[in-house]
């Protein structure tokens, strides 16, 4: 078990807030290299209440904050500066379910890139097709009359079909994202159970990462028609 530097009893974790100052002496404890994001806020992985994460990462944020530890020692300031710094980090990532689902990936390591189970043949032929819509509407907008040479391109059309996807995609990407938080947060006991959960996972974030990237790429055809058409 870990000791208090200071008062050097060994530290008791009854809240959180136990692994930054010792419930003995009170003293700040500079947060163990390695800590993971979840064990800053005291979250038993992958789990994260995020009403909770803000509550506890505001009190952290007030405790540690840099203002108590100016007339401290060289330690204890760097001590302050090593666990606020470890508690902003873990509130960024925890605080996106994207972001947490792949740093819990990473942890179990099975990370995203690895053994890439390959976004599913049905939803990459789709997102290939919507990519030919974005490309198209660009074309469009760089051609002098604002249509493809040729009047292929009908961007007006485009753009509604542009439109609906953008609609449908948002949504799925919003069910892809709440099943990874509804998976993450009831992760199973049972060790048998984990590669399966994993897998799913891994499954889920893969597929809200592509549909994010044709998100923002439709966004930004849609976006461009839209200036092009109030010029
Ligand atoms: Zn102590």
Redesign the pocket.
């Given at each position: 078990m870990a000791k208090?530097?200071?008062?050097?009893?060994p530290?008791v974790l009854g809240s959180y807030l136990d692994r930054y100052f010792?419930s003995?002496?009170?003293?700040i404890?500079p947060l163990p290299a390695g800590t993971n994001h979840f064990e800053v806020f005291g979250f038993d992985a992958p789990a994260c209440d995020l009403e909770q994460l803000r509550e506890r990462h505001r009190e952290l944020s007030r405790r540690l904050h840099p203002d108590f530890f100016m007339t401290a020692d060289e330690q204890v300031r760097s001590a302050s500066t090593i666990n606020i710094s470890a508690v902003n980090d873990a509130y960024r990532c925890l605080s996106d379910p994207m972001a947490r689902a792949a740093y819990w990936l990473d942890i179990s390591g099975s990370p995203l890139g690895k053994d890439n189970s390959s976004v599913d043949p049905e939803l990459a032929a789709e997102l290939f097709e919507l990519q030919e819509l974005a490309m198209q509407m660009r074309a469009a907008g760089e051609s002098p009359s604002g249509r493809v040479a040729g009047g292929a391109g009908d961007s007006g059309g485009n753009s509604i079909r542009a439109a609906e996807a953008l609609d449908d995609l948002q949504s799925r990407f919003d069910a892809e994202i709440t099943a990874a938080v509804a998976l993450m947060d009831s992760w199973p006991q049972a060790a048998a159970e984990r590669p399966g959960a994993l897998y799913r996972l891994k499954k889920a974030i893969s597929r809200a990462s592509y549909m994010r990237t044709m998100i923002r790429n439709l966004k930004d055809s849609l976006e461009q028609r839209w200036q092009r058409s109030v010029a």
């Open positions: 208090c530097w200071k008062c050097k009893e530290m010792c003995r002496c009170g003293s404890v």
